[in-house]
């Protein structure tokens, strides 16, 4: 079955610069990957997916990227702010097969 | 629009005794439902999916079991409760199929087995 690993586990930036995130997946028949922000004691939210016919998505101060070749994908936060702060999740799909395979979540700490 | 509600927020319960969360979606029908357990400090563990009612898929074995009576209910449930099942649960929806297949989360409940 499919298996993200997610990278790094922990990552603290000054406010204003950027923050990225990186994940590995194992399953090439994955091809939709979504981006989940969680906060404290909330439930995650999707912040940003990308489907495997696009190499890049951006949203504002976000974007994700996705290397197929590779099968790793890639969150950037720009201009980090300290609401930024928060553990953010990817995870890995088949469309249709019902279910995600998260990473093990990032701790972003955006400091002043 | 659609939304989720999980209950409740918080439960301490003490071992051996039964548990049962309620989750409820509002404004779809036929969603997919899934029960996701998060350990301390660590990530989403998929403990239940379910396509429609009364049908219900586990992925691990474990002390819990799922039910849905309804549509759009999802219950979780344990006879009784071991110390290794506190955590976090959430509860999740996503559209049946489909080209936009998102998975949206409800607010989770923290679960502590004393």
């Known amino acids: 079955g499919e298996n993200v690993e997610q990278h790094p586990s922990t990552l603290s930036v000054q406010e204003g610069d950027s923050a990225v995130i990186k994940c590995t997946y194992s399953?090439?028949?994955?091809?939709?990957f979504p981006w989940y922000k969680q906060e404290l004691g909330k439930g995650p939210q999707l912040i940003i997916d990308i489907r495997s016919n696009v190499g890049e998505k951006k949203d504002q101060r976000i974007a994700v990227t996705l290397n197929k070749t590779a099968k790793h994908f890639s969150l950037h936060i720009t201009e980090t702010q300290p609401e930024d702060s928060a553990v953010y999740f990817c995870?890995?799909?088949?469309?249709?097969?019902?279910?995600?395979?998260f990473g093990q979540g990032t701790r972003l700490t955006i400091n002043p | 629009s659609q939304t989720i509600h999980q209950w409740p927020a918080t439960l301490v319960q003490p071992v051996g005794s039964p548990l049962s969360l309620e989750c409820t979606v509002e404004?779809?029908?036929?969603?997919?439902l899934y029960w996701y357990r998060q350990a301390a400090g660590r990530g989403l563990q998929l403990l239940f999916y379910s396509v429609g009612i009364g049908q219900i898929s586990s992925e691990v074995p474990q002390n819990l079991s799922a039910s849905r009576p309804q549509d759009r209910q999802f219950i979780l449930s344990s006879k009784k409760l071991l110390l290794s099942d506190s955590g976090f649960y959430l509860c999740?929806?996503?559209?049946?199929?489909?080209?936009?297949?998102?998975?949206?989360f409800g607010s989770g409940t923290q679960l502590s087995v004393l």
């Open positions: 995870a890995a799909s088949i469309m249709g097969a019902q279910k995600l395979v």
């Open positions: 399953d090439s028949a994955s091809n939709y």
């Open positions: 999740a929806w996503s559209v049946l199929g489909g080209p936009n297949e998102k998975l949206f």
């Open positions: 404004g779809t029908s036929n969603p997919n």
